[in-house]
């Protein structure tokens, strides 16, 4: 007999009979102290009724669900149908009913009464067989759900539950926090304030609940109706715009039932890898957005996440067909529109995008040097999608040559695009060049020939002077090769180099790049400890008092005297002189052992170490070299600051 949807149902009466289950296409529990502090700010704003002197009834939103079918019930759950109570999934509502559960789970823990805590226990949290110890959690996800073990034994606390060895992610975290952010608020009360909370929450938080008994309707698009909860995202919008569509296709030749089992799985997966990492979990618009590039041509290089929410809604509406099928400017006079939806537009969608996503996972989550390295370099949008597109072909046995092949150059293309003067390939094209690759537009044997053609192109040596010698005129802070965005990443490939030919334990390493710092040898502030070493630089000089002042920032800013450190502790250095700096050297990095073998750091050790550098540079890029005058205006900008000749003869 179908259920009639109910309104205004307090607590108690939501939980009568019933075990709910979370399906498991649904994303993760997403609440954070935000929504928390809302909802218990909610309860502790309920007033009472001065006439019925009963607290009054608190909105708390719309619960939607489904029943789960007897044949669909694990066998060990049986009994709970068995003795007239039904399981649901909730199709709607379920950060909220997680939240709830969550702080009853709490509360009845510590609630001072203890003929009472059992009673609680069994109609909210646990139900047990009659004469067995099988126990029944009322609020659980589904038993194939990765989250479920760590749901039971760590939030509800039932240590028989085993957890897997993968635990851990972003939505794992989210329920931990949201069990000890109770606790703390529920620890702070006083007995007294302990029974009026569950008085609260049983008799004045009410619930409209709307069953589904249709199966296709639960693919209608249920916004939440609590305006302070977490809204949808993009991704969860569109899932049930899918699920939507799907429902109505006609059925006397597809099956739906399947198609959105499809839907439903493809976001299983999504959801899986973008919470994968709980240190890093991948933002769900983004994603969308960059997959759909791969798909559509954007106006510009990538879709931005407010034009692929349009986008994406124009693909999979009932007037699809008024829509462009691409963004892009040059289209011609009779430009490409968007098919109708139907089964396969809908079905060729979905199994894409999952089978993208865990590529797209796997690109900033890496253990490939190669690719941490490009991502030190460019970390773009247009650079990731390149990459998970190069994973995906590697991923087949029969393009794993290949695919290494073009990250091997996409590596040498990304130093080289970091040196001043010397790009020779935009960035942004790397999105045009993954979406080719997607559609099979182009080979990967096509794609490393451009980009070997790419490393090919000749080094403009000039260009790239004037683009350095720029960096010491800005206005805004004329500091030379410091105001190089690729300085940290060049010092670093330098100190690799130096640490293959010590073939000792590196010291460094690319893991902890962005804890690197970068250090002035000669220190900006040098009249304290540095003045000798200045003057002997400046005395030699006929130089007005601005020229001056901007000599003493070429040589403090020059590559030479700038390295890396391997810990903050060197940097404590900072003006120190030159003795004690050699003696902090000569147990740092290999560029630190380097400059500390140096007798003295002065004009000559400046030039000298920057002239090796810019060899070593030369040595990364295929067909540069530079001229003894070339490395002069490099390093000193021109003659009139560069240390006198027979410096560099020594």
Known sequence: MARTNESDLRLNELFG??????????????????????????????????????????????????????????????????????????VDGQQRLTTIVILLHELIKVYPITEERSALMKRYIYRKKESAETKLCLFSYKKEDKNRQFLLNKIFEDVSEILPNDHVNVYTNNLLLAKNWFKDKINALSDGEKKDLLIRLQTALAFDTKYITDNLSVQAVFETMNNRGKPLTILEKLKNRLLFLAAKLPNDHVDILLLSKKINDAWRIIYDCLGKNPNNMLDEDEFLSAHLTLIRKPTDYVFSEQVAEKKVFEMFCNRSTNYLLDYSRSQGDNPAHETKVDYEKIENYVLDIAAFVPYWYEVVNSDDVRIKKLLLQNSSKEMRLLLAELLMFKASSEEVSLADSCIDLLLKIGFRNSI????????????????????????????????????????????????????????????????????????????????????????????????????????????????????????????????????QKIIINTLG?????????????????????????ETGSFSEQEISKEQNWDKKSIWKRGCKMLDFMANMVDGLSFSEEQKKKLLFVSDKYFIEEESSKE
């Open 561 to 585: 005297n700038l390295t890396i450190l391997k810990d903050a502790k060197n940097s404590a250095l900072q003006n120190d002189s030159w003795n004690k700096k050699q003696g902090r050297y």
């Open 17 to 90: 009979s019933k075990a709910f289950r979370i399906p498991n296409y649904q994303r993760g529990y997403a609440w954070g102290e935000r929504q928390w502090n809302d909802l218990w700010e909610d309860i502790w704003d309920i007033e009472v009724d001065n006439v019925t002197e009963e607290y009054r009834r608190h909105y708390t939103g719309t619960i939607a669900l489904q029943e789960i079918n007897r044949n669909s019930v694990p066998q060990e759950e049986l009994w709970f149908v068995d003795e007239g109570d039904r399981f649901f999934d909730v």
């Open 420 to 551: 001043l003067g010397l790009n020779v390939l935009d960035e942004r094209t790397y999105a045009s060049r993954a979406r080719e690759l997607h559609q099979h537009e182009i080979a990967l044997s096509e794609l490393c020939l451009d980009f070997q053609t790419k490393l090919e192109m000749p080094c403009n040596v000039d260009a790239m002077i004037g683009q350095f010698d720029y960096l010491f005129e800005y206005l805004r802070g004329n500091k030379g090769f410091h105001r190089w965005g690729g300085l940290k990443f060049f010092l670093m490939e330098y100190e690799c180099y130096l640490k293959e030919q010590k073939g000792d334990f590196e010291h460094v390493s690319w893991d902890n790049f962005n804890e690197i710092n970068i250090e002035h040898i000669m220190p900006q502030s040098y009249e304290a400890n540095w003045e000798k070493e200045m003057e002997n630089y400046l005395g030699e000089k006929v130089l007005t008092e601005d020229e001056r002042n901007r000599a």
